[in-house]
C-alpha cells in the first residue's frame, strides 16, 4: 500500500477544518434563530399572516318626534374576487394533483352563473365573468347582498370574498329628505373604512359624528397574499364598537308627507318656480314640518340631482312684502301710536324721500281704520303708521324679532338673511322696510315672526332637533331654547286681533285681502304678502316677478300652529288664481292641522269689523 505524501495529509486536516466550521455557523446560526432572534422572527411571521379589522359600529337612526323612522342601517354584504390569488392557487393544485386539474375558466364560469342563479336580475352573467377574468389582485362583484344569500355563496365558492357592508334605509324615499339628508360611502376619500357610512347632506351630515358612533378593532388571521380573507375562528377582539346615537326630530311625519304634496301641487297650480313651507308650533317654536316644491329620493337607483339636496326654506330667503307690515303693526301698538279703530285719511300715494309709493289700487283718500290698513295691506297707510313709530323703534324691533340673524334651528347652510344696518339707512329706506321690500328672510325666519305674534309677544327660537337617545337607550333632550320678550303680551294680542281681519268677509271694501284663508269654526290671524323681485336685466324691480307670501296663526284666539308659504314667481298677471295668493293653501294646511290633531273650535267667531270707515 502506497504510504501518504505531506500534500495529501495537508488536504484531509483542510476538508476536516472547513466541515468543522461550517457545523460551527450552522450552530450559531441556529442559536441565533432560535434564541436572540426568536421573538422577532415569529412576530414578523404573525405580523405577515394576521390584520387589523374594524368593527363596524352601527350607525343611529333619525326618527319622527313619534318615533317613526325616517332613516335607519340595515348589514349587508358586498362580494369581491382576487382572480391573480385564485389563478395561483389553482395552479398549484393542479402542479401537485396532475391527475384531477381544475380548470380556472370553468370554475369562474360557474361562479358566475350560480351568482346569476341567486341574485336574480340585479346581475348579468357576462358582466360577471368578464370581472372574475381580469387579470387583477381585486375585484368588486356586486354590493348590498342579503348575508344569508352571501353565506350561501361563501358556502360553494370559498374563493368568494363577503365583505361587511351597512346599507342606509329611508323607508319614505323622498320624505323630509330636504331635512334628513343622505349618508353614503364616501368613494372620494380611500382612508375611509369601507364599511362606514357619512353623511353627505343635511342633518346626516351635520349630526354625523352621533350618528356613526366609533368603530372597534379586531385582530383576525388572512390567508397568505390577502388581507381580505379572514380565517374562521381566528378573530380575537381588542376593542368593541360603539354604536351611534338615535337623533329624534320634532317634526311629524305624517303632517310632513302632506304638507310636502300640498305645496308641491300648488306651486304646480300656480305655475310658479318653486315655493316653502313651514308649520311651527306657536308656544314652543318646534318645527312640525318644513318643505320645499322640490325634494330628492335618496333610495334612487340611478341617482338624484344635487341640486336638490338643499334645503330653501332655510338657506334662501328672500323679500317678503306685506307679510312684514306686522313689523309696523306691533310697533305701533306698543309704542302707543295709535289704536285699532283709530281713522287715518289715507291717500293712495306718498312721497318718501325721493321716491313716490302707492297702494296696489288706486283709490282716492279714504278713512281706513289701523286694522284696515293692514287688512286691507295699504302700503301708503303703513308708512304713515311706520313714520309716527320712527326708523330707531322700527330697527330695534326688527332685531328683536330675529330678523338678519339665523335662526339657530339645528339645520346646516341656513342664510341669516338681510337687514340694512341702522347706520346705512338712506332716505328712502324707510319707505321699503315696512312694506316688505330692501330686506330679506327665509321663510323660517318670517314664520318664526309670527311665532312671536302667536305666543304673546315671547320669540321661542325653532328647533327641529328633539332629543339624542343613546346606544343604551339613555334619551337626552336637546336643550329649549331661551324665550325672549319681543313686546308685551297685551300689544301681541291686539296685533293677533287685528290681523283676523285680513281673512274676513266684509263685502266690498271690508273684505281682507286674505278672504280664502278663512276657515270655518276656527278665528284665524295672517297677512298675505306680494313682493316685487329684482330684473338682473336692468337692475330695478320687475312688474312681472313676484315672491307671494302668506303667514297665519290657527286658532288666533288659542294659537296652537302658526303656517308660513312663500311662491316664487307664480303667474301673477293672466294666470290661474292660484298665482296671485298663497291664501287658499294655508287654508287647505290649516284644515289639516285642525283635523289630525284635534284642535278645539273657537268659542266665538272672528267679529267683522269696519276697514274702512262710514
Given at each position: 500500500?502506497?504510504?501518504p505524501?505531506?500534500?495529501?495529509?495537508?488536504r484531509?486536516?483542510?476538508v476536516?477544518?472547513?466541515?468543522i466550521a461550517?457545523?460551527?455557523?450552522?450552530?450559531?446560526?441556529?442559536?441565533?434563530?432560535?434564541?436572540?432572534e426568536?421573538?422577532?422572527?415569529?412576530?414578523?411571521?404573525?405580523?405577515?399572516?394576521?390584520t387589523e379589522?374594524?368593527?363596524p359600529?352601527?350607525?343611529?337612526?333619525?326618527?319622527d318626534?313619534?318615533?317613526?323612522?325616517?332613516?335607519?342601517?340595515?348589514?349587508?354584504?358586498?362580494?369581491?374576487?382576487?382572480?391573480?390569488?385564485?389563478?395561483?392557487?389553482?395552479?398549484?393544485y393542479n402542479?401537485?394533483?396532475?391527475?384531477?386539474?381544475?380548470?380556472?375558466?370553468?370554475?369562474t364560469?360557474?361562479i358566475a352563473?350560480?351568482l346569476r342563479?341567486r341574485?336574480?336580475?340585479?346581475?348579468?352573467?357576462a358582466d360577471?365573468?368578464?370581472?372574475?377574468r381580469?387579470d387583477?389582485?381585486?375585484?368588486?362583484?356586486v354590493?348590498?347582498?342579503?348575508?344569508?344569500v352571501?353565506?350561501?355563496?361563501?358556502?360553494?365558492?370559498?374563493?368568494?370574498?363577503?365583505?361587511?357592508?351597512?346599507?342606509?334605509?329611508?323607508?319614505?324615499?323622498?320624505?323630509?329628505?330636504?331635512v334628513v339628508?343622505?349618508?353614503?360611502?364616501?368613494?372620494d376619500?380611500?382612508?375611509?373604512?369601507?364599511?362606514?357610512?357619512?353623511?353627505?347632506?343635511?342633518?346626516e351630515?351635520?349630526?354625523?359624528?352621533?350618528?356613526?358612533?366609533?368603530p372597534?378593532?379586531?385582530v383576525?388571521?388572512?390567508?397568505?397574499?390577502?388581507?381580505?380573507?379572514?380565517?374562521?375562528g381566528?378573530?380575537r377582539?381588542?376593542q368593541?364598537?360603539?354604536?351611534?346615537?338615535?337623533?329624534e326630530?320634532?317634526?311629524?311625519?305624517d303632517?310632513q308627507?302632506?304638507?310636502?304634496?300640498?305645496?308641491a301641487?300648488?306651486?304646480?297650480?300656480?305655475?310658479?318656480?318653486?315655493?316653502?313651507?313651514?308649520?311651527l308650533?306657536?308656544?314652543?317654536?318646534?318645527v312640525?314640518a318644513?318643505?320645499n316644491?322640490?325634494?330628492?329620493?335618496?333610495t334612487?337607483?340611478?341617482?338624484?340631482d344635487?341640486?336638490?339636496m338643499?334645503n330653501?326654506?332655510v338657506?334662501?330667503p328672500?323679500?317678503?312684502g306685506?307679510?312684514?307690515?306686522?313689523v309696523?303693526a306691533?310697533?305701533?301698538i306698543q309704542?302707543?301710536?295709535?289704536?285699532?279703530?283709530?281713522?287715518?285719511?289715507?291717500?293712495d300715494?306718498?312721497?318718501?324721500?325721493d321716491?313716490t309709493?302707492g297702494d296696489?289700487?288706486?283709490?282716492?283718500?279714504?278713512?281706513?281704520?289701523?286694522?284696515?290698513i293692514?287688512?286691507?295691506?295699504?302700503?301708503?297707510?303703513t308708512l304713515?303708521l311706520?313714520?309716527?313709530c320712527g326708523?330707531?323703534?322700527?330697527?330695534?324691533?326688527?332685531r328683536d324679532?330675529?330678523l338678519g340673524?339665523?335662526t339657530?334651528?339645528?339645520?346646516?347652510g341656513?342664510?341669516?338673511?338681510r337687514?340694512?344696518?341702522?347706520?346705512?339707512?338712506?332716505?328712502?329706506?324707510f319707505?321699503n322696510l315696512?312694506?316688505?321690500?330692501?330686506?330679506?328672510?327665509?321663510?323660517?325666519?318670517m314664520?318664526?315672526?309670527?311665532?312671536?305674534v302667536?305666543?304673546?309677544?315671547?320669540?321661542?327660537?325653532p328647533?327641529?332637533?328633539s332629543a339624542?337617545?343613546?346606544?343604551?337607550?339613555?334619551?337626552?333632550?336637546e336643550?329649549?331654547p331661551?324665550?325672549v320678550?319681543?313686546?308685551?303680551?297685551?300689544?301681541?294680542?291686539?296685533?293677533?286681533?287685528?290681523?283676523r281681519?285680513?281673512?274676513?268677509?266684509g263685502?266690498?271694501l271690508n273684505?281682507?285681502?286674505?278672504k280664502p284663508?278663512?276657515l270655518?269654526?276656527?278665528?284665524?290671524?295672517?297677512k298675505?304678502?306680494t313682493?316685487?323681485?329684482?330684473?338682473p336685466?336692468t337692475?330695478?324691480?320687475?312688474?312681472?316677478?313676484?315672491w307671494?307670501?302668506?303667514?297665519?296663526?290657527?286658532?288666533?284666539?288659542?294659537?296652537?300652529?302658526?303656517?308660513g308659504i312663500m311662491?316664487?314667481?307664480?303667474?301673477?298677471?293672466?294666470?290661474?288664481?292660484?298665482g296671485?295668493?298663497?291664501a287658499?293653501?294655508?287654508?287647505?294646511?290649516?284644515?289639516?292641522?285642525?283635523?289630525?290633531?284635534?284642535?278645539?273650535?273657537s268659542?266665538?267667531?272672528?267679529p267683522?269689523?269696519?276697514?274702512?270707515?262710514e
Amino acid at each position: 500500500m502506497r504510504k501518504p505524501t505531506g500534500n495529501h495529509h495537508i488536504r484531509v486536516v483542510s476538508v476536516r477544518f472547513l466541515l468543522i466550521a461550517a457545523l460551527v455557523a450552522a450552530g450559531l446560526k441556529l442559536v441565533q434563530v432560535q434564541g436572540f432572534e426568536a421573538e422577532a422572527l415569529a412576530a414578523k411571521a404573525e405580523q405577515q399572516r394576521t390584520t387589523e379589522i374594524d368593527i363596524p359600529a352601527t350607525r343611529g337612526s333619525i326618527v319622527d318626534r313619534k318615533g317613526v323612522q325616517l332613516a335607519f342601517s340595515v348589514e349587508s354584504r358586498a362580494l369581491a374576487f382576487q382572480p391573480r390569488l385564485v389563478r395561483k392557487e389553482i395552479a398549484k393544485y393542479n402542479k401537485d394533483n396532475p391527475t384531477a386539474p381544475i380548470s380556472f375558466d370553468e370554475r369562474t364560469e360557474e361562479i358566475a352563473r350560480a351568482l346569476r342563479e341567486r341574485l336574480g336580475d340585479r346581475v348579468s352573467e357576462a358582466d360577471l365573468l368578464e370581472k372574475l377574468r381580469r387579470d387583477k389582485g381585486y375585484v368588486p362583484l356586486v354590493d348590498n347582498v342579503e348575508p344569508a344569500v352571501a353565506r350561501e355563496i361563501q358556502e360553494d365558492f370559498p374563493e368568494i370574498i363577503a365583505e361587511y357592508r351597512a346599507v342606509r334605509e329611508y323607508p319614505g324615499k323622498s320624505l323630509a329628505s330636504n331635512v334628513v339628508g343622505v349618508a353614503n360611502w364616501r368613494k372620494d376619500d380611500p382612508d375611509v373604512q369601507k364599511h362606514n357610512l357619512h353623511g353627505l347632506s343635511g342633518l346626516e351630515s351635520l349630526l354625523d359624528n352621533d350618528l356613526s358612533g366609533t368603530p372597534g378593532r379586531q385582530v383576525a388571521d388572512t390567508l397568505e397574499g390577502s388581507k381580505s380573507v379572514v380565517i374562521p375562528g381566528t378573530e380575537r377582539e381588542m376593542q368593541p364598537a360603539t354604536d351611534g346615537s338615535d337623533i329624534e326630530l320634532t317634526i311629524d311625519a305624517d303632517l310632513q308627507y302632506y304638507l310636502q304634496q300640498a305645496l308641491a301641487a300648488y306651486v304646480a297650480k300656480s305655475q310658479a318656480k318653486g315655493g316653502s313651507a313651514v308649520v311651527l308650533d306657536a308656544r314652543t317654536g318646534e318645527v312640525y314640518a318644513l318643505a320645499n316644491d322640490k325634494s330628492f329620493d335618496p333610495t334612487d337607483p340611478k341617482g338624484f340631482d344635487t341640486k336638490e339636496m338643499g334645503n330653501p326654506a332655510v338657506s334662501t330667503p328672500y323679500e317678503p312684502g306685506s307679510v312684514n307690515k306686522v313689523v309696523t303693526a306691533l310697533c305701533t301698538i306698543q309704542e302707543g301710536v295709535s289704536e285699532p279703530d283709530d281713522v287715518h285719511q289715507v291717500p293712495d300715494s306718498i312721497r318718501v324721500a325721493d321716491r313716490t309709493i302707492g297702494d296696489a289700487w288706486d283709490h282716492g283718500t279714504l278713512p281706513f281704520t289701523t286694522t284696515g290698513i293692514f287688512a286691507k295691506s295699504s302700503n301708503v297707510g303703513t308708512l304713515m303708521l311706520a313714520e309716527g313709530c320712527g326708523p330707531d323703534r322700527f330697527s330695534t324691533l326688527l332685531r328683536d324679532l330675529g330678523l338678519g340673524q339665523k335662526t339657530g334651528v339645528g339645520l346646516p347652510g341656513e342664510s341669516p338673511g338681510r337687514v340694512p344696518p341702522r347706520g346705512q339707512w338712506s332716505g328712502s329706506t324707510f319707505g321699503n322696510l315696512p312694506i316688505g321690500q330692501g330686506l330679506s328672510m327665509t321663510v323660517l325666519q318670517m314664520a318664526a315672526m309670527y311665532q312671536t305674534v302667536a305666543n304673546d309677544g315671547v320669540r321661542v327660537p325653532p328647533r327641529i332637533v328633539s332629543a339624542r337617545i343613546g346606544p343604551d337607550g339613555t334619551r337626552v333632550a336637546e336643550p329649549r331654547p331661551k324665550g325672549v320678550r319681543v313686546v308685551s303680551a297685551e300689544t301681541a294680542r291686539t296685533v293677533r286681533d287685528m290681523f283676523r281681519a285680513v281673512v274676513q268677509d266684509g263685502e266690498g271694501l271690508n273684505d281682507g285681502t286674505g278672504k280664502p284663508a278663512a276657515l270655518t269654526g276656527y278665528q284665524v290671524a295672517g297677512k298675505t304678502g306680494t313682493a316685487q323681485q329684482i330684473d338682473p336685466a336692468t337692475g330695478s324691480y320687475s312688474n312681472s316677478k313676484y315672491w307671494i307670501t302668506f303667514a297665519g296663526i290657527l286658532p288666533a284666539d288659542d294659537p296652537r300652529f302658526v303656517v308660513g308659504i312663500m311662491l316664487d314667481r307664480p303667474n301673477y298677471s293672466g294666470g290661474p288664481p292660484e298665482g296671485r295668493s298663497a291664501a287658499p293653501l294655508f287654508h287647505d294646511v290649516a284644515s289639516y292641522l285642525a283635523q289630525t290633531y284635534n284642535v278645539p273650535l273657537s268659542k266665538t267667531a272672528s267679529p267683522v269689523v269696519p276697514l274702512i270707515a262710514e
